[in-house]
């Protein structure tokens, strides 16, 4: 069967120098070419040759280290991380008012010494058809706001009152009342937001994506705390209650290169 390629969207820092990378199959250089020209009219596209392979290709070795991780989602696919919308990034916003979550990516990334290099690689493919997870979004969302209240059991002593007050023996339950208020209706304002960000989501075409973080340098300046960097921005695009990106603890580098 055939199947659609992936693309690769890049944001590479070489000592400092900070470069836009989109790799991508032949076939779409038109299009992707026409979309970017369409929304940056002054924007410069050119092909350029792969910077991956102007470094050494056995790093770890005597000369460089590095440090490489994925990203994974702190929560399940149909919930949504923020978006360029959730920054007031939206054309009609006024300048004074943007919050551009990349600035302190870039402001990180600017300073790196020559010998250092930054990458941010973010591999995406549409999700295929048979793959519901749409569906599951709406599954949670259908789950939120039709949720049946919680009641706290009662104790025997509580549930001995009900009978002296009521006169019913206990198990004989009232048939329940028909709701007036709908039970969206009876979301908190935090429910409403994670409903809306969900739906808003589903609604959209789904992408497998994979996020790849490498930093890494000759060794008389590499740091490795300077992948705080590229951590500090994805926290940028996370939020506690909805969905988020971390690093993804299992893919660290767990061999070190040793001196001969």
């Not at 055939?2 to 820092?13: A, W």
């Not at 076939?27 to 026409?34: F, K, P, Q, S, V």
């Not at 569906?135 to 789950?143: C, H, L, S, T, Y």
């Not at 589903?202 to 497998?208: D, T």
Request: proline share 9%; glycine share 6%.
């Amino acid at each position: 069967g055939q199947f659609q390629l992936p693309l690769s969207l890049e944001i590479v820092s070489i000592g400092g120098e900070i470069h836009f990378y989109i790799r991508i199959p032949e076939d779409y250089r038109d299009l992707i070419e026409t979309n970017i020209y369409s929304q940056f009219p002054e924007a410069e596209i050119s092909q350029v040759e792969d910077y991956t392979k102007n470094v050494p290709q056995d790093i770890p070795n005597k000369e460089w280290n590095l440090f490489a991780w994925d990203m994974i989602s702190s929560n399940k696919s149909p919930y949504p991380i923020r978006t360029y919308k959730d920054f007031g990034e939206a054309p009609s916003t006024p300048e004074e008012k943007r919050i551009t979550p990349l600035a302190g990516l870039f402001e990180g990334m600017a300073v790196l010494k020559p010998g250092e290099q930054m990458w941010i690689q973010i591999i995406i493919s549409p999700v295929r058809e048979e793959i519901p997870w749409a569906e599951d979004g709406r599954k949670i969302v259908a789950g939120i706001v039709k949720r049946p209240l919680s009641v706290k059991p009662k104790s025997i002593i509580g549930e001995a009152a009900d009978v002296l007050i009521t006169g019913k023996p206990v198990g004989v339950e009232e048939k329940p009342k028909e709701e007036i208020i709908p039970p969206e209706m009876k979301l908190t304002p935090g429910e409403r937001d994670i409903v809306k960000a969900i739906e808003d989501k589903i609604s959209k075409v789904g992408y497998y994506s994979n996020t790849r973080c490498i930093y890494l340098g000759k060794r008389d300046v590499f740091f490795k705390p300077k992948a705080r960097i590229i951590f500090g921005f994805f926290k940028e695009v996370s939020t506690e209650n909805v969905n988020g990106l971390k690093p993804w603890i299992k893919t660290f580098p767990r061999v070190e290169w040793i001196f001969p």
